[in-house]
């Protein structure tokens, strides 16, 4: 069973591919989403003991009466569902998931990139529907989210017990309507309407301070064009003489693992572990390599900035750069989203399973943990209300390259 090397985080709209989030929820680590059922295994498990389930079914069958004059009882097929529904989420993973037929199509108009949104991450974290990130130039953005801020509603309706799927699927909707979201920020409620739109990230930017001779690369997602892209601007980076380097991945919530293996191969030897996918044994692990591009001029100092919006393919990169010691990490915790669906067509619908996890080179499991970078700098005291005026991660990843310390 091969799953979606594809850390998914969240997506509300935006449309790159599986996981590119501009809005909304699929967010990750993407280098393939197998559809895997013909052939799966049918026979009933004669360990188990289903007769509660029966009685329970033959009990609602029987008893249960119509209160309300627009309600209709349940297709059998439906209670089919719904009973799947409940063997997923008694594993108690918000990744593993069923869709019946109609989530499944809108799950799949997710993967295609074919719908508008608003422009943010979004994941489950501590049992509370979070911000991952806003992306830049989005309408979230414009309307003053921030990453870490918990939605406690959506038009009006509590997101308690809510999928992240079924969160994307009420957030995300046509260019030019609006969304109501009831965010909660340091503990105070804060309604917030933001108008979706459809999503045009910019990928990279980068530049040379002449003043302090270090260059930035700043990558903003890792869609299937962003190794390309980052390509570019290292040879950018190269012909401008500079040998100190800083990536910013605050606030990138992941996308193509093929593009985050493919921008650490520039900074690590051929066949260097990039990370692990863990399939807890129940099948071979596999370990993504360097592609050994390894090309940083000699005696390039490199400074990674990460923080809580940094998710999937960006902790991978972090990670794997940390752990071969190829550069140093600064800023916050990164998110924690480490962790490989694969996709199950069921009679209409989709079973989406978490079979494997991310390990960094060292050993470090990503899911629920994140990255711990090797300088913490915030970004900003706890409570702000407003941005500083000097970006202090990137002014300490400008010190650390220019003293060394």
Same mark, same amino acid.
């Given at each position: 069973?091969?799953?979606?090397? @594809?850390?998914?985080?969240?997506?509300?709209?935006?449309?790159?591919?599986?996981?590119?989030?501009?809005?909304?929820?699929?967010?990750?680590?993407?280098?393939?989403?197998?559809?895997?059922? =013909?052939?799966?295994? /049918?026979?009933?498990?004669?360990?188990?003991?289903?007769?509660?389930?029966?009685?329970?079914?033959?009990?609602?069958?029987?008893?249960?009466?119509?209160?309300? %004059?627009?309600?209709?009882?349940?297709?059998?097929?439906?209670?089919?569902?719904?009973?799947?529904?409940?063997? *997923?989420?008694?594993?108690?993973?918000?990744?593993?998931?069923?869709?019946?037929?109609? !989530?499944?199509? /809108?799950?799949?108009?997710?993967?295609?990139?074919?719908?508008?949104?608003?422009?943010?991450?979004?994941?489950?974290?501590?049992?509370?529907?979070?911000?991952? *990130?806003?992306?830049?130039?989005?309408? /979230? &953005?414009?309307?003053?989210?921030?990453?870490?801020?918990? +939605?406690?509603?959506?038009?009006?309706?509590?997101? !308690?017990?809510?999928?992240?799927?079924? %969160?994307?699927?009420?957030?995300?909707?046509?260019?030019?309507?609006?969304?109501?979201?009831?965010?909660?920020?340091?503990?105070?409620?804060?309604?917030?309407?933001?108008?979706?739109?459809? +999503?045009?990230?910019?990928?990279?930017?980068?530049?040379?301070?002449?003043?302090?001779?270090?260059?930035?690369?700043?990558?903003? !997602?890792?869609?299937?064009?962003?190794?390309?892209?980052?390509? &570019?601007?290292?040879?950018? @980076?190269?012909?401008?003489?500079?040998?100190?380097?800083? +990536?910013?991945?605050?606030?990138?919530? $992941?996308?193509?693992?093929? %593009?985050?293996?493919?921008?650490?191969?520039? @900074?690590?030897?051929?066949?260097?572990?990039?990370?692990?996918?863990? @399939? $807890?044994?129940?099948?071979?692990?596999?370990?993504?390599?360097?592609?050994?591009?390894?090309?940083?001029?000699?005696?390039?100092?490199?400074?990674?900035?990460?923080? $809580?919006?940094?998710?999937?393919?960006?902790?991978?990169?972090?990670?794997?750069?940390?752990?071969?010691?190829?550069?140093?990490?600064?800023?916050?915790?990164?998110? $924690?989203?480490?962790?490989?669906?694969?996709? +199950?067509?069921?009679?209409?619908?989709?079973?989406?399973?978490?079979?494997?996890?991310?390990?960094?080179?060292?050993?470090?499991?990503?899911?629920?943990?994140?990255?711990?970078? =090797?300088?913490?700098?915030?970004?900003?005291?706890?409570? %702000?209300?407003?941005?500083?005026?000097?970006?202090? &991660?990137?002014?300490?990843?400008? !010190?650390?390259?220019?003293?060394?310390?």
């Amino acid at each position: 069973m091969r799953g979606v090397s @594809f850390a998914l985080v969240a997506v509300v709209a935006f449309g790159a591919g599986l996981s590119m989030g501009a809005g909304g929820s699929v967010a990750a680590v993407v280098t393939h989403l197998p559809l895997l059922g =013909d052939g799966l295994d /049918a026979t009933p498990d004669q360990s188990v003991d289903l007769a509660d389930f029966w009685k329970a079914w033959n009990a609602l069958q029987a008893n249960y009466v119509i209160t309300h %004059a627009s309600s209709t009882l349940p297709s059998a097929k439906d209670r089919v569902y719904g009973a799947i529904s409940g063997l *997923a989420s008694s594993y108690g993973d918000p990744y593993t998931v069923f869709f019946p037929p109609t !989530e499944a199509k /809108a799950f799949a108009d997710n993967i295609s990139g074919s719908f508008a949104g608003v422009g943010m991450e979004i994941d489950i974290k501590n049992n509370v529907l979070t911000v991952i *990130a806003p992306l830049k130039g989005t309408p /979230a &953005q414009a309307a003053g989210i921030k990453a870490g801020d918990q +939605i406690a509603a959506i038009n009006g309706k509590t997101t !308690e017990g809510l999928s992240i799927d079924a %969160a994307v699927s009420a957030i995300r909707g046509p260019v030019g309507t609006t969304v109501d979201l009831t965010l909660i920020r340091d503990g105070k409620p804060l309604d917030i309407k933001v108008t979706r739109a459809t +999503i045009q990230v910019p990928e990279t930017d980068d530049g040379l301070d002449a003043k302090t001779g270090v260059y930035h690369i700043a990558l903003y !997602e890792f869609t299937s064009n962003s190794a390309s892209l980052f390509d &570019q601007a290292f040879a950018r @980076f190269k012909a401008s003489g500079s040998k100190k380097l800083i +990536i910013d991945l605050r606030g990138n919530p $992941g996308g193509y693992l093929d %593009a985050a293996v493919d921008v650490a191969s520039h @900074f690590l030897p051929k066949g260097a572990t990039v990370v692990t996918e863990d @399939f $807890g044994g129940k099948e071979p692990n596999i370990v993504h390599t360097s592609l050994g591009y390894d090309d940083a001029p000699a005696g390039t100092k490199i400074a990674v900035l990460i923080d $809580g919006g940094s998710a999937s393919a960006s902790e991978i990169l972090a990670g794997a750069l940390q752990d071969n010691h190829a550069a140093t990490l600064i800023g916050t915790q990164s998110f $924690g989203k480490g962790s490989v669906q694969t996709l +199950i067509p069921l009679d209409g619908g989709s079973l989406k399973v978490t079979v494997a996890r991310w390990v960094t080179p060292d050993g470090h499991w990503i899911m629920g943990n994140g990255i711990t970078p =090797d300088i913490v700098v915030a970004y900003a005291p706890k409570g %702000a209300t407003e941005a500083p005026k000097i970006d202090p &991660q990137m002014a300490r990843a400008v !010190e650390f390259l220019t003293t060394g310390k």
